[in-house]
T-cell receptor, first 122, second 111 residues
Framework: KAGVTQTPRYLIKTRGQQVTLSCSPI?????VSWYQQTPGQGLQFLFE???????NKGNFPGRFSGRQFSNSRSEMNVSTLELGDSALYLC?????????????????????FGPGTRLTVL | DQQVKQNSPSLSVQEGRISILNCDYT??????FLWYKKYPAEGPTFLIS?????DKNEDGRFTVFLNKSAKHLSLHIVPSQPGDSAVYFC??????????FGTGTSLTVIP
């Protein structure tokens, strides 16, 4: 079974530009989450999409947005790039068979990560 | 507010010995916990998980212990191998919502 794939792997942009990152989840996985990783900050949660709807959102400005398509593929967009947006952007997918409060967290919520997209903003 | 904390940024262990990585959390509603291993320039790799209804889960050389009263999680690696050298993250979730990650512990296994 193919893992989570992310494209592109590396990206260099300049301040003020916008960027779109893509994530293809593991086949059958319905949830896609996005994270930003910077040195010393661990993994900061951006947002999660489930069945084409944003289900959870972290504390990032509105310049960070995302969407999910009917095939569960997801894109993340960052507009008006700033130097501080330079980071490794990680996407993770999970089966998520018991979504949300109703079922509690289960093994189907285990997240599997892609290799990441390294974004450098100059 | 950091709900999941890994207070040791780094750990060095001799090959063959036990590695113990620790994680503390503040949210008593967390019901599921994960450990990941991460090499530089790669995404985290899932290692092992534990539900809050258990206090121990084993998978080969990896064992995770959960102490709910202390809100403490630990990962034991026995025996440690040089290939285990990586950054380890713990993560926790409540009711299937987002996972909160610690800042990671860099493990070095010395041959």
């Amino acid at each position: 079974k193919a893992g989570v794939t992310q494209t592109p792997r590396y990206l260099i942009k300049t301040r003020g530009q916008q960027v779109t990152l893509s994530c293809s989840p593991i086949s059958g996985h319905r949830s896609v989450s996005w994270y930003q990783q910077t040195p010393g900050q661990g993994l900061q949660f951006l947002f999660e999409y489930f069945s084409e709807t944003q289900r959870n959102k972290g504390n990032f400005p509105g310049r960070f947005s995302g969407r999910q398509f009917s095939n569960s593929r997801s894109e993340m967009n960052v507009s008006t790039l700033e130097l501080g947006d330079s980071a490794l952007y990680l996407c993770a997918s999970s089966l998520s068979l018991l979504p949300g409060l109703a079922g509690g967290t289960s093994w189907t919520d285990t997240q599997y990560f892609g290799p990441g997209t390294r974004l450098t903003v100059l | 507010d950091q709900q999941v904390k890994q207070n040791s940024p780094s750990l060095s262990v001799q090959e063959g010995r036990i590695s113990i990585l620790n994680c503390d959390y503040t949210n008593s509603m967390f019901d599921y916990f994960l450990w990941y291993k991460k090499y530089p320039a790669e995404g985290p790799t899932f290692l092992i998980s534990i539900s809050s209804i258990k206090d121990k889960n084993e998978d080969g050389r990896f064992t995770v212990f959960l102490n709910k009263s202390a809100k403490h999680l630990s990962l034991h690696i026995v025996p440690s191998q040089p290939g285990d050298s990586a950054v380890y993250f713990c993560a926790a979730s409540a009711f299937g919502n987002q996972f909160y990650f610690g800042t990671g512990t860099s493990l070095t296994v010395i041959p």
